[in-house]
């Protein structure tokens, strides 16, 4: 069984700039969530994607959007890039809305 | 006043230590409570699930949730140097959709 895969690792943008990261979900699970985890903070709720619907968003700007496939990946874009937008975005996913969540290792973002 | 509070540590303790980590909240409405390691780098990885008040024990892991105090706390027993990590306390509602509220983390070393 494959896990929560992420892509890329790691990139280095500048502000202003957009940027796509992409996340493939656990088999079987049709439910991805987004979140942002500062340097020295817990991860924060973006929002979540059940069957290629935005399902539910926390408190974050609309230049954050995200999709969701027919095979139930998923992609965060951020428009606009901020310095402050300098984070670890982790994607979890799930076998529906209610169920455990399982994280990826995560891309690591540097805004410049 | 965040919804979940934490200690960030850092926590270091001998090996074979009993290790004990908590958490406080503040809203009522939280009914799942979860617990999850985070080494340097990665992704958090749950370790323990709990549903309302009790104790539930995995292993080494005892995970015990005090709804009328709003007080959550996982104990690492024997512990070992692989359990050096961050601990993140987890919780949310039964809502519609799954916005996991996560405290800042604890960072524990365990010496050798």
């Known amino acids: 069984e494959t896990g929560v895969t992420q892509s890329p690792t790691h990139l280095i943008k500048t502000r202003g700039q957009q940027v796509t990261l992409r996340c493939s979900s656990q088999?079987?699970?049709?439910?991805v969530s987004w979140y942002q985890q500062a340097l020295g903070q817990g991860p924060q709720f973006i929002f979540q994607y059940y069957r290629e619907e935005e399902n539910g968003r926390g408190n974050f700007p609309p230049r954050f959007s995200g999709l969701q496939f027919p095979n139930y990946s998923s992609e965060l874009n951020v428009n606009a890039l901020e310095l402050d937008d300098s984070a670890l975005y982790l994607c979890?996913?799930?076998?529906?809305?209610?169920?455990?969540?399982?994280f990826g290792p995560g891309t690591r973002l540097l805004v410049l | 006043q965040k919804e979940v509070e934490q200690d960030p540590g850092p926590l270091s303790v001998p090996e074979g230590a009993i290790v004990s980590l908590n958490c406080t909240y503040s809203n009522s409405a939280f009914q799942y409570f979860m617990w999850y390691r985070q080494y340097s780098r990665k992704g958090p990885e749950l370790l323990m699930y709990?549903?309302?008040?009790g104790n539930k024990e995995d292993g080494r892991f005892t995970a015990q949730v005090d709804k009328s105090s709003k007080y959550i706390s996982l104990f690492i027993r024997d512990s070992q140097p692989s359990d050096s990590a961050t601990y993140l306390c987890?919780?949310?509602?039964?809502?519609?959709?799954?916005?996991?509220?996560f405290g800042t983390g604890t960072k524990l070393q365990v010496i050798p």
């Open positions: 979890a996913s799930s076998f529906s809305v209610q169920e455990t969540q399982y």
């Open positions: 088999s079987g699970h049709n439910t």
């Open positions: 709990t549903y309302s008040s």
């Open positions: 987890a919780m949310r509602d039964s809502g519609g959709y799954q916005k996991v509220t």
